[in-house]
Structure formats: structure tokens, C-alpha cells
T-cell receptor, first 113, second 114 residues
Framework: AQTVTQSQPEMSVQEAETVTLSCTYD???????LFWYKQPPSRQMILVIR??????QNATENRFSVNFQKAAKSFSLKISDSQLGDTAMYFC??????????FGKGTKLSVKP | DGGITQSPKYLFRKEGQNVTLSCEQN?????MYWYRQDPGQGLRLIYY???????QKGDIAEGYSVSREKKESFPLTVTSAQKNPTAFYLC?????????????FGPGTRLLVL
């Protein structure tokens, strides 16, 4: 069975600095998809970024980028120029080509002024 | 506005009572999902549906039931058989694109037991 592990329950970062959130997963599949979702205090789940496993190029969305290491089964999220509005729970999620999302337990990120 | 709505925002259940959580989407998405979120946990899949009049159990379906009579609607009933229903419930929907379909989430319903 696929599993997703986020080893950092909580992290903090100073405003304007860079922070990296870790995610590893376990699968025997070759074709799959990876996602990072953000859940602010409002509890609305918001897609941050997504990556197809067959693409070697790391996905980027403005201040958010990933470091996808397929052989190591690692999918970390880098947030550059952190802003107060980035304070949230961040969830890593995995999906097979035909399957449902499997979520990690989340990392609580606090951005400090 | 296009989006996913869930109601109510808060719901209180008495012992032995069935309650129904509403989820509606106007995004013309094929698939809909129900997740449960407990403190310190990620989201866990309860049920999902890819087409009208068809749905599948997720990882934690016991004590829950669903229906999918319309493409836009996917209500979740928490039955009296669910002994620990207190949680945050999230509904999501997606197109079925054979690949990188993204799930979009509603604002959630918090269920509390009286």
C-alpha cells in the first residue's frame, strides 16, 4: 500500500526567508502524481503545486517550487520569500494513475514577523 | 460563482441520530469525494463517486452512507453506527482526465456530538 510521510510536524520561518518542507512516499508504481495542499486557519484546502512523476523538471508556481527526487521517493516543497499569509498546515498527497489521493499527516508552518 | 458548497458549517448530533452533510458543486465535475479530518491526521477517504448512481467505499466507510442521484450533489449521512463521528468533514470534486486531475475542496463541515 502507498504511504506518505511528512517527518516535520511543525516548522517556523521568519518573514521573507526560505523554508523547505519534507515529504517522502512509498510506492511501486512508475506513473503517479504528487500534490502539495495548503490548509490555512480557515480550514479551506487549497492546491499549492502538483507534479507528474514522468516529468523530470521540477514544478514551480511563483514563490513555491518542489524538489522531486523520484529514485529517493522524495517530494519537498520550498517556499521562498515567506509571507505571513503562508502560515498554514501543508499536506503532501500522492495519487496513482488510477486511484485516490493519499495524504500525509501534515506540517504546521508558522511564518513569524 | 463556480465552486463547491458544503452545509451546514457546524452540525450537532445526538446519540443514536443519523445526520446528513450536504455537498454541492457547479463545476460540472464528474467525480466527488468525502474525506474525514481528525486532529493531527491527514485526510482519510470515506466514499467517492465517479459517475451518477455509482459510488465506492474508501478507507473508512463504516458507519457512513452516500448517494449520487445528481451530478452536482453528493450528500454524506453519518449513521448511528459511526461511534466516533466528531471530526471535520471535507467534500471535494474533480474532472476525470485520466491523469493529472486536481481535486478541489469545499469549506468543510464540523460535526460535533452532544
Amino acid at each position: 500500500a502507498q504511504t506518505v510521510t511528512q517527518s516535520q510536524p511543525e516548522m517556523s520561518v521568519q518573514e521573507a526567508e526560505t523554508v523547505t518542507l519534507s515529504c517522502t512516499y512509498d510506492t511501486s508504481e512508475n506513473n503517479y502524481y504528487l500534490f502539495w495542499y495548503k490548509q490555512p486557519p480557515s480550514r479551506q484546502m487549497i492546491l499549492v503545486i502538483r507534479q507528474e512523476a514522468y516529468k523530470q523538471q521540477n514544478a514551480t508556481e511563483n514563490r513555491f517550487s518542489v524538489n522531486f527526487q523520484k529514485a529517493a521517493k522524495s517530494f519537498s516543497l520550498k517556499i521562498s520569500d515567506s509571507q505571513l499569509g503562508d502560515t498554514a498546515m501543508y499536506f503532501c498527497a500522492f495519487r496513482r494513475s488510477q486511484g485516490n489521493l493519499i495524504f500525509g499527516k501534515g506540517t504546521k508552518l508558522s511564518v513569524k514577523p | 460563482d463556480g465552486g463547491i458548497t458544503q452545509s451546514p458549517k457546524y452540525l450537532f448530533r445526538k446519540e443514536g441520530q443519523n445526520v446528513t452533510l450536504s455537498c454541492e458543486q457547479n463545476l460540472n465535475h464528474d467525480a466527488m469525494y468525502w474525506y474525514r479530518q481528525d486532529p493531527g491526521q491527514g485526510l482519510r477517504l470515506i466514499y467517492y463517486s465517479q459517475i451518477v448512481n455509482d459510488f465506492q467505499k474508501g478507507d473508512i466507510a463504516e458507519g457512513y452512507s452516500v448517494s449520487r442521484e445528481k451530478k452536482e450533489s453528493f450528500p454524506l449521512t453519518v449513521t448511528s453506527a459511526q461511534k466516533n463521528p466528531t471530526a471535520f468533514y471535507l467534500c471535494a470534486s474533480s474532472i476525470l482526465a485520466g491523469g493529472l486531475e486536481t481535486q478541489y475542496f469545499g469549506p468543510g463541515t464540523r460535526l460535533l456530538v452532544l
